[in-house]
T-cell receptor, first 112, second 114 residues
C-alpha cells in the first residue's frame, strides 16, 4: 500500500523560530492535507491542497503540494508556544477514495 | 454545523473484559466513518472504515470489531481486551463523493488496559 515518510520525527525550537517539515511518498497523491493534534485531543485540519504546485497559507502556516505530486511541506513562521503538538501529513488518491494515508507525525516542542 | 462526539473520554479496563466505545456525528448525513488507534507518541493506525449502515471494512486483523447500527453512529467493541489494546482511540468522519478527502476527528477515548 501507499506509505508516507514524514520528517523530522520531532523538533525542539525556540519561540520565534521558523519551522519546516515535509512528507514524501513513492507514489502520487491527488490531495495533500496537514493536520495538527494538540496533546490529548483529536487532529484538526490545518490546510488542504488539491493541485500540484499549489501553495496555500493559513495565518503563519504555509503548505505546498509538490509539483511531482509525491511530496508536500508545511512551514510555520515565528513559532509561538501554542504551536506545540503533533503535525500529521495525509495524502489521498482517487483510487482509494475516502481513505487517507497518514504520515507518522512530527512532534513539535516550542521553548518560550 | 457538524459535530462529532466520542465517549467515554477515558476508560480503564482489566485484561479480558469487554469494550464498547461509541461515536456519533451530528449535522450531516451518510458520512464515511473511521476508527483509528494511536499508541503513545505514535501515528494513526486505521482500524475500521464504514461507508454506510452495516458496511464495515477492517483494515488490520485484531480482536476488535466495529458496527454501524445507525447512519451516524459507529461503535468499536471487543469481547476480551488485551494489554496491547491500550491506546488513544479516535473516531472520524468525512463527506462522500468529492468531500471524502478531509476527515474530521472526535476528541478521542483514552483506553488503558491493566
Amino acid at each position: 500500500g501507499q506509505q508516507l515518510n514524514q520528517s523530522p520525527q520531532s523538533m525542539f525550537i525556540q519561540e520565534g523560530e521558523d519551522v519546516s517539515m515535509n512528507c514524501t511518498s513513492s507514489s502520487i497523491f491527488n490531495t495533500w492535507l496537514w493536520y495538527k493534534q494538540d496533546p490529548g485531543e483529536g487532529p484538526v485540519l490545518l490546510i488542504a491542497l488539491y493541485k500540484a504546485g499549489e501553495l496555500t497559507s493559513n495565518g503563519r502556516l504555509t503548505a505546498q503540494f509538490g509539483i511531482t505530486r509525491k511530496d508536500s511541506f508545511l512551514n510555520i513562521s515565528a513559532s509561538i508556544p501554542s504551536d506545540v503538538g503533533i503535525y500529521f501529513c495525509a495524502g489521498n488518491h482517487f483510487t482509494n477514495a475516502g481513505k487517507s494515508t497518514f504520515g507518522d507525525g512530527t512532534t513539535l516542542t516550542v521553548k518560550p | 454545523s457538524q459535530t462529532i462526539h466520542q465517549w467515554p473520554a477515558t476508560l480503564v479496563q482489566p485484561v479480558g473484559s469487554p469494550l464498547s466505545l461509541e461515536c456519533t456525528v451530528e449535522g450531516t448525513s451518510n458520512p464515511n466513518l473511521y476508527w483509528y488507534r494511536q499508541a503513545a507518541g505514535r501515528g494513526l493506525q486505521l482500524l475500521f472504515y464504514s461507508v454506510g449502515i452495516g458496511q464495515i471494512s477492517s483494515e488490520v486483523p485484531q480482536n476488535l470489531s466495529a458496527s454501524r447500527p445507525q447512519d451516524r453512529q459507529f461503535i468499536l467493541s471487543s469481547k476480551k481486551l488485551l494489554l496491547s489494546d491500550s491506546g488513544f482511540y479516535l473516531c472520524a468522519w468525512s463527506g462522500t463523493g468529492l468531500s471524502t478527502d478531509t476527515q474530521y476527528f472526535g476528541p478521542g477515548t483514552r483506553l488503558t488496559v491493566l
